[in-house]
């Protein structure tokens, strides 16, 4: 049986179906987020004392860099897929995977960090919030890297059988990922700049 | 009937009358108006607030656009069937 409208266009949305799921998982997405968020103006206005640049700057710069890039490569593997480059895409996406493994590797450092220098969540709430919120971004870039490599792995069967349909998916893959990078520039000035 | 909506909105008024004001203190702030946490709260549920109300504007201007697109969709149908009903109408006098 075919899914109707997984790949044209619904005349009455004017999208597909899975560009309208992915929408609406975001928007679920950003609500989790603004609750953090919210948490954390309360935290840090609500109290009397606050830490600034307590964590590393450097790696969180390199770890910016780093998302910025794989959202690049995660946009050319789509469109190598619109120009139908098999090849390009496969290497893009590998390189989305390993820019993503990349970003988690710095992260686990700077959390050996802070727990060589008995900087736990236990310490204070600025901690507390720190870990809640880079971890929580953590796992949202370790469920991405699930789905890419999964794609990564079957995308070929896919691709073969239905192009059309396997685009789309990745597209709405860029749009989680294009997520996650937004997430973590609002990240960055809040824990680690001011 | 007048007598019927006193007796209903009695045990209303009744629980606001008997109901200590201390209940309804703040239980954040305690009456103090400009302490940290109260004013962390507040910028706690500012932030909140902005997020909902624009994923809220973002369904709306979605909904909005749907109906507006529904709106075309039935124009141009009407336009179909009022055609279809003039040409059948001439082959009817025609004949």
């Known amino acids: 049986m075919e899914i109707p409208y997984s790949v044209d266009v619904r005349p009455d949305t004017g999208l597909n179906n899975s560009k309208l799921g992915i929408w609406l998982f975001l928007a679920s997405e950003l609500m989790l987020f603004a609750g953090l968020f919210s948490t954390y103006f309360l935290l840090r206005i609500g109290s009397t004392q606050w830490p600034r640049h307590a964590l590393p700057v450097g790696m969180a710069t390199l770890n910016t860099g780093v998302l910025i890039c794989s959202s690049i490569t995660v946009v050319i593997a789509w469109s190598a897929l619109k120009t139908n480059d098999w090849s390009k895409h496969r290497l893009y996406l590998s390189l989305t995977i390993a820019l993503g493994v990349v970003f988690l590797l710095i992260k686990r450092a700077e959390y050996r960090e802070h727990i060589a220098a008995n900087e736990l969540p236990s310490l204070n709430t600025f901690f507390a919030i720190y870990y809640t919120l880079t971890a929580v971004h953590a796992l949202h870039i370790v469920g991405g890297l699930v789905v890419m490599l999964y794609f990564l792995v079957t995308g070929a069967k896919s691709w073969a059988v239905n192009p059309g349909q396997f685009a789309n998916r990745i597209e709405a893959t860029c749009l989680y990922w294009h997520f996650t990078d937004f997430t973590w520039i609002l990240l960055l000035p809040l824990l680690y700049l001011f | 009937m007048r007598r019927l909506s006193l007796i209903r909105e009695l045990p209303v008024v009744a629980a606001i009358l008997l109901v200590p004001r201390a209940a309804s203190a703040c239980p954040v702030c305690f009456g103090t108006g400009d302490a940290p946490i109260l ?57």
Do not use: M, Y
Not at chain 2, 57 to 76: C, P, V
């Open chain 2, 39 to 95: 004013r962390g709260s507040n910028a706690g549920i500012l932030a909140l607030l902005v997020v909902t109300l624009t994923v809220l504007a973002a369904f709306g201007a979605f909904f909005r656009a749907l109906a507006k697109r529904a709106g075309q969709f039935t124009r141009a149908e009407n336009v179909v069937v009022d055609l279809a009903s003039s040409q059948s109408h001439r082959g009817t006098v025609a004949r």
